[in-house]
């Protein structure tokens, strides 16, 4: 078996790990990679062995990036009507913040790109003609990817549609701790949706059942926490102090290492002062200045009383809920301006900013949304749970919101795509066409019922298709994060690879069983 992963960062080395586990046992022959991050790639080349073997072929990213030595191809447009015939590779430019957008955007509202449209014809053409080729000679068995947030990523699952290879997407289920490979670039899997269904029919004798039931049972009664989420940090005067002292001096060694590795060009990494800036001492500036805006027009949960409203938790931007999952909502001002030209009059829309993004947007931004009459903010302290728990109904692109919601008995209504959209009409719609809400909205309320068999079948679904490890609390090792009690790396990889080991026999029936990999 020949497999191809994509990894950016420090997925890297969890596929890698996988890689050797699954040569060992004779499963695969031959691996080619796609790997995104100059910075991580170079400071950790020596501890990948098969990286370091001629034979594994390595497409890097920033190869593609520099403009010093890109150029399109002669066959471009043989390329273009290759892989326009089922999408737009536009795709690959979206879904990537680092083409799409200014080279900030981690730390600050940033729309403008930094490059034009003759050089991400380059970039894209250019990385396409080699991902070909290399699928051409290596005739691989399956694509990997982690969570498509690169061009690279969305490319090779492109590519894999247009050369009918199997591709599988790593992500996080948002239950509990357990991370499901996906068979195609949308949020859900043919697994899941079958066993979904499955798990409608005689539903007590169904594996996971009782730890589905314990799992909706606290996501009633309080917000629930999922590996990998970021944990909530009481700020003081030294821990900003600390964070601008660790900042600045992490950040002369990090340039002096990217200067000494020869990786200063890499369009993936930020530039350090303007992230150091923008990231430290404006954050704070910038954050006090957007809470006292939208102070100006927010409620808190006992202001809101039993007034009617719809509730809008914000998506962080950029992020592959908007460029990926809903491409149509990516200006999200107008998609919250049609939700509240949508709802009845004597109604407010409550819009709950993003954690992440108090300090991120600009102060034109919220100026713009309070252009809207009806609308409201939340206190933005307030998890989403209790602003949920008093809306008549809950509005969200793709974001887990919407199943939290869900499960508390709130009517839902998503706007791209989202892996629990497979709830019945009665309890979520799904609205693609903004001019059919208000319709959808007024349908939904008459009708909304709560079924618990689909949410138990939804969550027990998700833990059979899954895996339970840390995946970024201890596998990539990020920092305050939410991580869950289980085994050490080494095993959490062994079930990783293991799940892989059983796709790559074309054996799934263990899910249907509840089997331990």
Not at 70 to 97: F, G, M
Not at 219 to 236: D, M, R, V, W
Not at 393 to 416: H, K, R, Y
Not at 495 to 501: A, H, P, V
């Amino acid at each position: 078996m020949n497999v191809i992963f994509a990894a950016q960062g420090s997925i890297l080395k969890v596929f890698h790990a996988m890689d050797v586990e699954l040569r060992g046992k004779g499963v695969i022959s031959n691996s080619a990679y796609w790997v995104a991050d100059a910075e991580y790639y170079e400071s950790n080349i020596k501890q990948f062995e098969l990286l370091n073997n001629s034979s594994t072929k390595v497409l890097k990213e920033w190869m593609f990036t520099d403009l010093k030595t890109a150029s399109l191809p002669e066959n471009w447009q043989l390329l273009e009507e290759k892989y326009e015939a089922l999408d737009t590779v536009w795709n690959a430019i979206l879904a990537d913040r680092r083409l799409m957008h200014g080279k900030l955007c981690k730390t600050k509202q940033e729309y403008q790109g930094h490059f034009d449209h003759e050089q991400l014809k380059k970039i894209i053409y250019s990385a396409l003609n080699d991902i070909d080729r290399l699928i051409t000679e290596l005739k691989p068995d399956r694509i990997v990817t982690f969570v498509p947030a690169t061009f690279g990523d969305i490319l090779l699952i492109h590519a894999a549609e247009v050369h009918g290879i199997e591709c599988r997407v790593l992500r996080s289920t948002k239950v509990k701790n357990y991370v499901a490979f996906s068979d195609k670039l949308g949020s859900s899997s043919t697994w899941l949706e079958s066993l979904y269904k499955d798990n409608l029919l005689n539903q007590v004798d169904k594996p996971f059942y009782a730890q589905a039931l314990e799992f909706l049972e606290q996501a009633t009664a309080s917000p629930i926490e999922y590996e990998g989420s970021i944990a909530k940090k009481n700020q003081t005067a030294l821990g900003l102090i600390k964070r601008y002292f660790i900042g600045a001096v992490g950040g002369i060694i990090q340039k002096l290492r990217r200067a000494r590795l020869g990786v200063s060009g890499d369009n993936h990494l930020p530039p350090l002062f303007g992230a150091y800036i923008y990231g430290n001492f404006l954050r704070e500036f910038r954050e006090k200045n957007v809470r006292k805006l939208m102070g100006k027009r927010q409620f808190s949960l006992d202001e809101i009383g039993d007034l009617p409203y719809v509730f809008y938790p914000m998506h962080s931007e950029p992020e592959v809920a908007l460029s990926v999952y809903g491409r149509e909502h990516q200006n999200q001002i107008e998609t919250i301006r049609r939700i509240a030209q949508s709802i009845p009059l004597s109604w407010k829309l409550v819009v709950k900013e993003h954690p992440r993004s108090i300090s991120f947007r600009t102060q034109s931004y919220y100026e713009k949304l309070m252009d809207i009459p009806n609308l409201v903010f939340a206190d933005p302290d307030t998890r989403p749970f209790f602003w949920n728990k008093k809306s008549r109904a809950v509005v969200t692109v793709s974001g887990f919101a919407g199943f939290e919601a869900a499960m508390t008995g709130i009517p839902v209504i998503v706007l791209g795509d989202a892996s629990f959209s497979l709830l019945p009409k009665t309890m979520l719609r799904t609205v693609k066409n903004m001019g059919d809400f208000a319709i959808e909205l007024k349908s939904l309320l008459r009708n909304h019922v709560r079924s618990e068999s689909h949410l138990l079948a939804y969550i027990m679904a998700n833990m059979q298709v899954g895996v339970d490890v840390n995946l970024y609390s201890d596998l990539l090792a990020k920092s305050g994060r939410i991580t869950m009690d289980t085994d050490n790396i080494e095993t959490q990889i062994s079930r990783l690879s293991d799940w892989m080991l059983h796709d790559l026999n074309d054996n799934h029936s263990y899910m249907k069983l509840g089997e331990d990999l």
